[in-house]
C-alpha cells in the first residue's frame, strides 16, 4: 500500500472536511429555502451528507484515512495508528478545512461570510444524543477496518443518514464539523456556548466504541480440543 507525503495527507483532510462540511451547511441552507417543512429540511440535509461521505471517503481514504474527524484520528492516535505529531497536524487540517466549508456555503448562496450561530443545541439529551451517534460512528468504522474494509465508504454514509434521523442532536458526531457550523446562522448552525457539551461527547462516544471494539474484536478464543475418552474408541 502506498504512504502518502504528509503534505498530501494533510491537503486531503483539509480538502475533504471542506467539502463534508460546505454539503452540511449548504445543504441545509437549500432545504430550508426549498421547504418550510422541518421534516422536508432535515430529509434535504441528510441525503447529500450520507451521499458526499460516500464520495470522499472512497477518493481520499487512500490518500489521508479519510478522518475528516478529530476523534476518528484521536481513535487511532490511542490505538497507535498515527503519532501524536501527525494527530495534532490532522485535528488542524480538519478543523481550518471545515470553517472554510462554511465559508464556502455561505458564498455560494450569497450570504455573509462571516456569521455566528444562535441555533440552541444543549441539554442532556443532546448531549447523549451525541455519545450514541458518536459511539455508532467509530463502532461501524472500527468493525469494517476488521470485516468489510472495502465497504466502509457506504457503511459510514449509510451509520451518518440513520443517525440523523435516530439521535436528537441529528448526529454531529464529529468536533471539527461541530465547530465549523458555529460559524453559521442557518439551518446546520450550533450555538458557539453549546460547543464544549458537543465535543466532550462525542470524545467520550468514541473512547467508549474504541474500548467496546477492542474488546469485541481481540479474536476468537482457543477452545480446547474435544478428547474421546478412553474405552470409548
Same mark, same amino acid.
Given at each position: ?14 480538502? +475533504? *472536511? ?16 426549498? $421547504? ?12 447529500? *451528507? ?11 481514504? &487512500?490518500?489521508?484515512?479519510?478522518? #475528516?474527524? =478529530? ?11 498515527? $503519532? ?13 478545512? !471545515? ?25 442532556? !439529551? ?7 451517534? /458518536?459511539? +455508532?460512528? %467509530? ?9 468489510? $474494509?472495502?465497504?466502509? =465508504? ?6 451518518? *443518514? ?7 442532536? /441529528? $448526529?454531529?458526531?464529529? =468536533? ?6 458555529? #460559524? /453559521?446562522? *442557518? #439551518? ?7 460547543? =464544549? ?9 468514541? %473512547? ?20 474421546? &475418552?478412553? !474405552?470409548?474408541?
Amino acid at each position: 500500500m502506498t504512504t502518502f507525503e504528509l503534505k498530501r495527507r494533510l491537503f486531503a483532510e483539509t480538502l +475533504g *472536511t471542506a467539502l463534508l462540511v460546505a454539503t452540511v451547511v449548504g445543504s441545509g441552507i437549500m432545504a430550508d429555502r426549498l $421547504s418550510d417543512d422541518a421534516a422536508v429540511s432535515l430529509l434535504g440535509n441528510t441525503i447529500p *451528507t450520507g451521499a458526499i461521505l460516500v464520495v470522499l471517503i472512497t477518493l481520499l481514504g &487512500p490518500i489521508s484515512g479519510a478522518h #475528516f474527524n =478529530p476523534v476518528v484520528t484521536m481513535v487511532f492516535a490511542v490505538r497507535r495508528e498515527i $503519532s501524536s505529531r501527525d494527530t495534532l497536524f490532522y485535528v488542524l487540517a480538519q478543523v481550518i478545512g !471545515g470553517i472554510a466549508g462554511t465559508w464556502i456555503a455561505h458564498a455560494m448562496f450569497d450570504l455573509p461570510i462571516l456569521q455566528v450561530s444562535q441555533t440552541v443545541r444543549a441539554g442532556t !439529551g443532546q448531549w447523549i444524543a451525541e455519545i450514541v451517534a /458518536t459511539f +455508532g460512528l %467509530l463502532f461501524t468504522i472500527l468493525c469494517s477496518l476488521r470485516f468489510r $474494509s472495502d465497504a466502509i =465508504p457506504w457503511l459510514v454514509g449509510l451509520n451518518i *443518514t440513520a443517525a440523523y434521523w435516530a439521535t436528537a442532536s /441529528t $448526529s454531529f458526531a464529529n =468536533p471539527a464539523v461541530a465547530i465549523a457550523r458555529s #460559524f /453559521t446562522d *442557518t #439551518f446546520s448552525g450550533i450555538r458557539p456556548l453549546d460547543l =464544549p457539551g458537543f465535543i466532550a461527547s462525542e470524545a467520550v462516544g468514541a %473512547l467508549l466504541a474504541a474500548a467496546v471494539a477492542g474488546w469485541l474484536l481481540a479474536g476468537p478464543s482457543s477452545l480446547p480440543k474435544t478428547t474421546t &475418552p478412553k !474405552g470409548a474408541e
